[in-house]
Structure formats: C-alpha cells, structure tokens
C-alpha cells in the first residue's frame, strides 16, 4: 500500500524532510489541517496544503501566516 507522506515548504524550494508518513487522511480545519497515519494517530498542523504530488504521494503544507519554524502538535 502506498500511502502519502507530508512535507513543509518555506521560502525556498528545496526538498525538505518528511514531517509525517504513512498518512491515511487530510481533514481542513477552522485551525489548519488535521492528519491521521496508518496507526491511527492524528496530528493537528497550522498549515495549508500548497500542492498535491500524486505521482509520489508527497503532500506539501505550508505554514498558515506565522514566521519561524512550523507549527504542529500530536494527539
């Protein structure tokens, strides 16, 4: 099974790592984007989906409106 794998962007346009693996689904949320992997664990980013590679699975976020690093927290 080839699920996606979830990535931020910043500024510039180089590949970064990978933030989360093995995801089963994406929700839209008042606060962002709400994320569950495979084993059922669901992660809630401050983010927005910028773009959606379905040829490598690969679903890049971009942090909704802050500066710094990009912000996340597990459930």
Do not use: K, Y
């Not at 790592?17 to 569950?36: F, H, K, N, Q």
């Amino acid at each position: 099974m080839c699920l996606a794998r979830v990535r931020f962007v910043g500024d510039e346009e180089d590949e970064s790592p990978d933030v989360l693996s093995d995801v089963a689904w994406i929700e839209r949320t008042p606060a962002g984007l709400r994320v569950a992997d495979l084993s059922g664990n669901v992660t809630d980013l401050d983010a927005e989906i910028r773009s959606i590679d379905f040829m490598s699975s690969v679903v890049q976020v971009e942090e909704r409106g802050a500066t710094g690093s990009a912000g996340f927290e597990g459930a």
